[in-house]
């Protein structure tokens, strides 16, 4: 057994696991809830490890977007990537937004003009790929002569398991296996970073975020840094720039994936080396199909979370924190529909509440606080986007496909970008605004890096899971409203809906036995 090489951390018994091993010290599980004492390291054989020793990271998710993500954590030098992890194998069926673009920033990365991702030699993509690039980067770029080898599989719970040295764990995976990774991590006392969402589900969602934390583990959340910053709009909004703030408008151009209306009903075959099963996790059983995975799935509701959910964390996260929205009471979908047209010759809609639609927005009504009165936060996709304000009728200007606007009631404050960057006053106080005009420039630095330093110094990030609940329940709010296609009425406090009782189903998952957070 080894001693700490990061500051002790602490979990409580609820989430511990019954082993000890390395990462009780550096992961999660208190001595003292385990019923053990740190002896000195010569009473171990001398095996004391220096703080300035590697981090030892396993890698969860080897699609498109994990590839792309690889290269920034192999090229820390006190970090390790020790094993991957996802359940498609060979690089079979994969799709990306250009045909040549991933696998040329591999090849760099590898110092490897030659290199071919192998399966249908087009798009990089599974666990094979991921295993050879940690293994070539660590051979060719960093030349270190003691890494014994990326260790792979395709169930992350047996890696979690049998890598006893893992001191943290980045996620990502599909939206719909988030939360049972995150939860499985947490239970085994490890750090993680992980993409959005925290879970496509609210109630898991929120279940997860309460063990982080229930816990002094470091938690992470991607999106956290391409969010901007709301000093600047906060300064106009509170000096009256725009009057008493009304609504939040937010906007975006996806989906930029292919969407389905209807459910496969053909059964192709399951490309080599891929495990459904594995894939499918705390999801009910269907026959494979690749409309579900990959790049498309998150047009799903039980695979995905939609627009909002890939997109909105990016720009509203920091909007939530900011003007402090909480306890939404009311959420509004408006959604497009899909007809068809039946072996008689008559026109039909489709009933669809298994996939998000192909355009839609949602309002979400929070209540007044402290220094502010109520804000309705409505969001827009699929090419739908806000009425044009009339200052821009003067210049023949229109909106942006994507982008961000807070309505007063003496004016309008525009972001240049979807993300609140280089916000702009385009109606109101304009002197007012120069007044207190704030400088809002900041230094940023590599996520990763970031979410390393705080697991070596014991500490949160920015970006914690602690954080995070405000836009995890907005953005499965916004699914389930979709999905109902009605207009809800939500207790906060009880994270229930109450006035269509059917929709409550919506923001819980059913899930396969041995899937749960209790049993991951």
């Given at each position: 057994?080894?001693?700490s090489k ?22 999660g ?5 385990v ?7 010569s ?8 703080p ?5 990271v396993a ?5 498109t977007q994990g590839?792309?993500?690889l290269?920034d954590?192999?090229e ?10 996802d359940p ?10 250009s045909?040549n ?5 591999l090849r760099?990365?590898i110092?490897?003009?030659k290199?071919?991702?192998g ?6 993509g599974?666990l ?12 060719n ?5 003691n890494?014994p080898?990326?260790k792979?599989?395709t169930?992350f ?32 006392g ?8 925290i ?24 999106p956290?840094?391409s ?10 909004i ?17 989906p ?9 009903q ?5 490309p ?5 099963d ?6 009910a ?5 690749p409309h ?9 509701y039980?695979?995905?979370g939609?627009s ?7 720009s ?11 306890n ?5 979908p408006?959604r ?7 072996a ?10 298994y996939a998000?639609?192909?355009a ?7 209540p ?6 109520p ?14 304000p009339e ?7 229109e ?28 109606s ?17 630095y ?5 979410f ?5 110094a014991g ?5 914690s ?9 907005a ?11 009605k ?14 009782k ?15 957070l209790?049993?991951?």
């Open positions: 057994m080894e001693s990061f500051k002790q951390i602490k979990t409580k018994p609820s989430v511990m696991k019954s082993s000890i091993d390395r990462r009780t010290f550096i992961g599980v208190s001595t003292a809830a019923g053990l004492t740190i002896v000195p390291s009473v171990l054989g001398g095996r004391h490890t220096a300035s020793d590697k981090l030892n890698y969860i998710g080897c699609g590839l792309r993500e290269p954590l192999l820390l030098e006190d970090v390790r990537v020790t094993a991957v992890c498609q194998r060979e690089a079979i069926g994969y799709y990306d937004w045909p673009g991933l696998r040329d920033s760099k990365c110092n490897n003009p290199w071919k991702p399966g249908d030699e087009k798009i990089p599974g094979n790929t991921g295993k050879e690039i940690v293994d070539a980067y660590y051979s770029v960093a030349k270190d002569e890494y080898g990326c792979a599989y169930d719970r047996e890696m979690l398991d049998k890598e006893t040295d893992i001191d943290a764990v980045k996620i990502m995976a599909t939206d719909h296996l988030h939360g049972v990774m995150a939860a499985a991590a947490i239970k085994r490890i750090h993680l970073t992980m993409h959005k969402p879970a496509n589900r609210l109630e898991e969602g929120f279940k997860v975020i309460e063990m982080a934390k229930n816990s002094d583990l470091t938690t992470h959340f991607i956290w840094e969010n901007g910053r709301m000093e600047q709009v906060l300064a106009w509170k000096g009256g720039v725009i009057g008493k703030l009304k609504e939040v408008h937010n906007w975006s151009n996806r930029v994936w292919p969407q389905y209306a209807e459910i496969p053909e059964q192709p075959p399951l080599r080396g891929f495990d459904w594995l894939w499918l996790g705390p999801e059983e269907r026959p494979y199909h579900y995975t990959n790049m498309v799935f998150r047009g799903w039980d695979f995905g939609g909002m959910a890939d997109m909105g964390h990016y509203l996260w920091t909007v939530f924190n900011g003007l402090e929205l909480k939404p009471f009311y959420i509004e408006q497009s529909h899909v007809c068809g047209l039946t008689q010759s008559t026109a039909y809609r489709l009933n669809n509440d998000f639609p192909f839609s927005s949602c309002r979400f009504k929070y007044n606080n402290s220094w502010r009165g804000v309705d936060l409505i969001w827009y996709d699929g090419g739908i986007r806000p009425p044009v200052a821009f009728y003067e210049n023949d200007q909106l942006p496909i994507e982008g961000m606007m807070f309505v007063g009631e003496k004016g309008i404050i525009m972001s240049s970008e979807f993300n609140l960057r280089d916000p702009y006053v385009l109101g106080d304009k002197k007012l605004a120069k007044e207190i005009n704030t400088n809002t420039r900041f230094e940023r590599s996520g990763i890096r970031r390393v330093d705080a697991v070596k500490k949160q990030t920015d970006g899971f602690r954080k995070a609940w405000p836009i995890t329940e953005v499965n709010l916004y699914a389930a409203a979709l999905r109902s296609g207009n809800l009425k939500y207790n906060a406090a009880l994270r229930t809906i109450t006035n269509v059917e929709a409550n189903a919506y923001l819980k998952r059913d899930y396969r036995r041995g899937w749960s209790d049993e991951v």
